[in-house]
C-alpha cells in the first residue's frame, strides 16, 4: 500500500469537501451523548458506511491515535478523522462541527436558563431515561464491527477482553487505559521484530 | 493576573493532562474550576448533569459554561453577556487547541513513516487494545445512573429492553430494505420511547 495513494484514493470526490465534512461532523456532534465513545457508530456510519472517506480499518488506527492523546476524547477523533481525509483544513472542519453544537446549546442554557431548571425539567429528564440505555447500545455495536476489521480471532481474543475486563474492574493504576496503550504498542513492536527475525532464518 | 487568563492556563492545563476523555477528566476539571472559588460544588454538580443532558464532549460543555460565568463570579464588572461570550470562547479553545495540535502532529508523523514495519507492528498491537477499549467503555456505562436511576425494577426492566432494541435497529439490516438504521434514528426513536414511558 503506498501511502500518497492511499491518502488521495480517500478524499472525497465532492465539489465543497471541507464544507461536507464540517456538516457531517456538526451531525456527529449535535447527536453524541455521553462523551466520545458514543461517537463511534455515528462516525462510523457517517465516514466509513455512507460517504467511503475512509476504511474501517483505517478509523481504527486513528482511534488509537485519539485515544493515546490527552484532551477531549470527541474533538481528538475529529481531527483525526478530519486530518486523514482533508489535511490541515479537514481537521478544523471537522473539530469545529464537534465543538460548536455543544458551544452554541450551552451558551444559550448558560445565558438564558440555570442549570437547575433543566435539572428539573420533567421532559427533558423523561426523554434521557430512555437515551441514556440506547447510547449503551450504541457503544457495544462498534465493538463488533471493529473486533471484526481488526481479524481477531480465538488466538488473539484475549487481548480485547482482558482489556476491557481489567479497566472496568476500577483497579486504579492497572485500569489506566493509557497503560494498555503502552502495552499494545509496545507487543505490537515485539512482535515485529519477532516475526522479522523468523522471516531472516 | 486577570480572571481571563486564569481561564485559558486552567482548560491549557486540563486539554493537556486530560486523559481518556469524559468523566475521567472530570476531578481534574472540579479542581481547577472549583479550587479557586469560580464556581460553587453544587454549580458543578448541576453543570455534570446539564452535559448529561445535552449533546456533545462534557470537557467543552464544562469549558463554555464555567468560561461563561466565571468572570462574573469573580467580578462584577464582568457579569454582562459580552464577557461571558469572551470568557467562554477563550476556555473553549483552550482546551482544544493543546490536544489538536497533538493530534495533528502525530497523525502527520506516523503518515510519514506509514510504510514503517515498525508503526505497521505498533498499530497491529494497538488494533486489538482499541476493541477493548471501546468495549470497556460500553461496560462501565451498564451501570446505576444510566438503566436504573431511581432503584425502580420496572424501569431496569424497560430500560434493558431498550438498550438491547437499540442494538438490535444499530446492527441488524432491516427487513424492509436490507439497511442498517442511522445511529442518529436511533437516538431520536429511544428519546421518543422515554418521553412517551416516563414523561407522561
Known sequence: MDSTENISAVRPPEKHPCLRLFLSFLKIGAFTFGGGWAMISIIEREIVDKHHWIEREDFLDLLAIAQSLPGILAVNIATSVGDRIRGFKGCVSAALGTIIPSFVIILLIAIFLTPDTIKHNHVISSIFMGIRPAVVALIVAPVITSARSAKIGWKTCWIPVGVATLISLKLGFLSNPVLYIVLGAVGGYLHFLYSRRKLCK | ?200
Not at chain 2, 452535559?51 to 456533545?56: E, L, N, V, Y
Not at chain 2, 460565568?69 to 487547541?97: E, F, H, K, N, R
Not at chain 2, 446492527?171 to 442511522?182: D, G, Q, S, V
Open chain 2, 1 to 200: 493576573m486577570n480572571i481571563f487568563w486564569q481561564l485559558i492556563r486552567a482548560y491549557i492545563k486540563i486539554g493537556l493532562f486530560g486523559f481518556g476523555g469524559g468523566y475521567a477528566m472530570l476531578s481534574l476539571v472540579e479542581n481547577e474550576v472549583v479550587g479557586p472559588g469560580w464556581i460553587s460544588e453544587q454549580m458543578f454538580t448541576d453543570i455534570v448533569a446539564v452535559s448529561q443532558m445535552t449533546p456533545g464532549p462534557i470537557g467543552i460543555n464544562s469549558a463554555t459554561y464555567i468560561g461563561f460565568v466565571a468572570p462574573g463570579s469573580v467580578d462584577p464588572a464582568y457579569a454582562t453577556i459580552w464577557w461571558g461570550l469572551l470568557g467562554s470562547c477563550l476556555a473553549t479553545l483552550a482546551v482544544v487547541l493543546p490536544s489538536f495540535f497533538l493530534v495533528l502532529y502525530s497523525s502527520h508523523f506516523i503518515r510519514r513513516h506509514h510504510e514503517s514495519g515498525v508503526i505497521k507492528g505498533i498499530f497491529s498491537g494497538l488494533r486489538p487494545v482499541v476493541v477493548g477499549l471501546i468495549a470497556s467503555a460500553a461496560i462501565l456505562l451498564m451501570n446505576a445512573p444510566n438503566f436504573n436511576p431511581n432503584g425502580i425494577t420496572w424501569q431496569l426492566v424497560t430500560n434493558i429492553i431498550i438498550c438491547v432494541a437499540a442494538f438490535c435497529l444499530v446492527y441488524f439490516p432491516m427487513p424492509w430494505n436490507h439497511k442498517k438504521l442511522h445511529p442518529i434514528i436511533v437516538i431520536v426513536i429511544a428519546g421518543l420511547a422515554g418521553y412517551l414511558i416516563y414523561g407522561l
